[in-house]
């Protein structure tokens, strides 16, 4: 099948790319003491003279003291934002586009033991998983902090010359906690029992992000049905409830959205063929990312279990491409392993393609 379709150029506001390809982002945790270094600029560099459409970069925090549960994870404020610059100014040098993806994790546990937050965990409801409590709620203050924290990330992200900026509102994190009605059992304004209700917070981050950036930038906002707490975890069970929580989100400033699956070929409603991709753009309007085992024939949450994975055919994903069921497609692991996986899909190198192996995730390649 003709690759084509991969390689057609798009356009969402200022963001304009030559191709339909996204770098997914990737937790590296290279970046000791939250500061990114030049390794980390190499590493993306290499990405955008591999030919990747737009560069998502790793989770990179905002200035809450417990936005991050890792010390090696970057963040986006302070000192880190002239090494910030080099990474753009790297990237851009090769002739590509990128964006930070800004990111709380709010009272997601990090993978280091001896991780002690630097201050007071943020979460809805005061739950690190379903039923366990053990955490102060956030306060008006916390949320309004919090919310204006976003919106100082995204001025930053202007001022620096990325090209787009990405909101994290997936997989468990603050964003998506406060969505989640397993994490998020407030009483007042910033819960309730629908979506709708639940959705407020994300959208007032998105309105923040969106008066930092100004209209012209493009915003994305990567959402996921899963959790890491829970793999089977749903926020919207029917096509009605998926659009009381994307409408608000549409209309506070998203310009698209980044919909993240384990893996992207499996249908989000029964019924319909659509994968999340395709019902957020059916239900919105607006452009979407499909993301989810693109290129490989294992799923990604295999990969921290020591599983590695082969080529797999992009034959069902580019006829979904073409038939306008998303926008742009998201590639992780395959980019991990291999900084020039769009070449080789460009010119029909099949053979060349890499292997992933959890060994890639070790280093900075």
Request: aromatic share 8%; hydrophobic share 40%.
């Amino acid at each position: 099948m003709s690759v084509d379709a991969l390689f057609q150029p798009f356009q969402v506001k200022s963001l304009k790319m030559p191709n339909r390809i996204v770098m997914a982002p990737m937790t590296r945790s290279f970046s000791p003491g939250g500061i990114p270094t030049d390794d980390v600029a190499a590493y993306y560099r290499r990405r955008a003279e591999g030919g990747v459409g737009l560069i998502v970069t790793e989770g990179t925090v905002v200035d809450r003291p417990a936005a991050r549960n890792d010390a090696n994870v970057p963040v986006f404020h302070g000192e880190a934002l002239p090494q910030w610059k080099k990474v753009v100014d790297e990237v851009h040098a090769a002739g590509g586009l990128i964006a930070p993806q800004i990111w709380h994790v709010g009272s997601a546990r990090g993978q280091g033991a001896d991780w002690k937050p630097l201050g007071k965990v943020d979460s809805p409801s005061g739950m690190t998983t379903p039923g366990k409590r053990g955490l102060e709620p956030m306060t008006e203050e916390d949320i309004a902090d919090t919310i204006a924290a976003f919106g100082r990330s995204a001025r930053a992200a202007r001022d620096l010359g990325f090209d787009a900026v990405e909101i994290h509102g997936a997989h468990g994190y603050l964003i998506d906690q406060f969505f989640w009605s397993g994490l998020n059992d407030r009483t007042d304004k910033w819960g309730g029992p629908s979506i709708g209700e639940r959705a407020r917070f994300g959208a007032e981050v998105v309105r923040a992000v969106r008066e930092g950036v100004g209209e012209d930038m493009a915003l994305i906002l990567r959402l996921s049905q899963w959790k890491q707490q829970d793999f089977d975890a749903r926020i919207a069970g029917t096509p009605d409830q998926m659009t009381e929580w994307l409408a608000p989100l549409s209309e506070a400033g998203v310009d698209v959205f980044h919909c993240s699956q384990r893996r992207f070929w499996e249908p989000e409603f029964e019924g319909s063929d659509l994968n999340f991709a395709g019902w957020a753009r059916k239900l919105t309007g607006k452009p979407t990312i499909t993301v989810g085992s693109v290129g490989l024939d294992g799923e990604f949450i295999a990969a921290f279990g020591g599983a590695g994975s082969k080529p797999a055919s992009l034959d069902g994903l580019i006829k979904r491409l073409e038939a306008g069921e998303f926008d742009l497609v998201a590639v992780g692991r395959a980019l991990l392993a291999d900084p020039q996986w769009v070449q080789k899909i460009r010119d029909g190198r099949m053979d060349e393609l890499k292997d992933f192996d959890r060994s890639a995730m070790a280093v900075l390649s």
